[in-house]
């Protein structure tokens, strides 16, 4: 393996350490921001059922005003059944008495079902505001594992970064292009080891996709210190350190 690509193999160790710190702390992100989702999603159901709790309630109160209307207005007509002269008046008077109380009956259905709506909806709402409780210390769990991950890795983050800073020195700069081109599409594994899966005959593999590679590309590594890629995943291609020697001998 040439310098150039011994390198960037060296390289691609750290790079792929670095991708595994990223990946860790984009789960605890995501962790996080899910909860958020799911936080804000709690708080306007909350919300909504805040607002059907208080029309239960606004109905139940002016459907009990209705009935209390109707209990003074049954109270001055049996006090108008007192002087009453006639029988007809009487009569009417009883028949209007009568009345109001069915209406008063069908306003008080209404009011209890109103009461009863009342009574669903905040338990609904208690169970929601548990929902909410559990998802706050959900979330807080997930914003403590972000900051202690973020605490833990700071100086691993640090040495990774600086000992890729000092690789990327020793590799020419259209080279180190082309590494962290392919190092972005897959995720930090941009080098693939050059397979051979049958020791007896001439057949090699990219160790990335497994598409054959041709012969040529094969000794163009074993004489040149170039970049050969992978025609199919775009991956550089490398050498095992024994099987240059075996191809050398």
Not at 33 to 40: D, F, G, I, N
Not at 57 to 81: D, F, G, N
Not at 144 to 169: G, H, P, S, V, Y
Request: charged content about 35%.
């Amino acid at each position: 393996m040439g310098l150039t690509l011994d390198a960037l193999h060296k390289l691609q160790e750290v790079e792929r350490e670095l991708v595994r710190l990223r990946n860790e702390k984009r789960e605890n992100e995501r962790a996080m921001t899910a909860c958020q989702r799911l936080l804000k999603q709690l708080d306007e159901q909350i919300a909504a059922k805040k607002a059907e709790g208080q029309q239960h309630q606004l109905r139940a109160q002016r459907l009990e005003s209705e009935i209390r209307q109707h209990e003074e207005h049954v109270a001055k007509l049996r006090q108008q059944l007192n002087t009453t002269r006639t029988t007809r008046e009487y009569a009417a008077i009883l028949t209007e008495i009568n009345t109001e109380k069915v209406d008063s009956n069908k306003i008080e259905d209404q009011a209890l079902l109103a009461m009863q709506g009342f009574e669903e909806t905040k338990a609904a709402l208690e169970q929601l505001e548990q929902q909410r409780a559990a998802m706050v210390e959900r979330m807080d769990r997930s914003r403590r594992a972000l900051e202690q991950f973020i605490t833990k890795t700071r100086d691993q983050w640090q040495q990774l970064e600086q000992r890729k800073e000092e690789l990327a020195q020793e590799v020419p700069a259209a080279a180190l292009a082309k590494f962290e081109r392919v190092a972005e599409y897959h995720e930090g594994d941009a080098m693939a080891e050059i397979l051979k899966p049958h020791p007896k005959e001439d057949e090699f593999v990219c160790g990335g996709c497994h598409m054959t590679l041709t012969a040529e590309t094969v000794n163009a590594l074993l004489i040149r210190d170039e970049l050969q890629t992978c025609n199919n995943c775009g991956r550089i291609l490398f050498l095992a350190q024994t099987e240059q020697r075996r191809e050398a001998d």
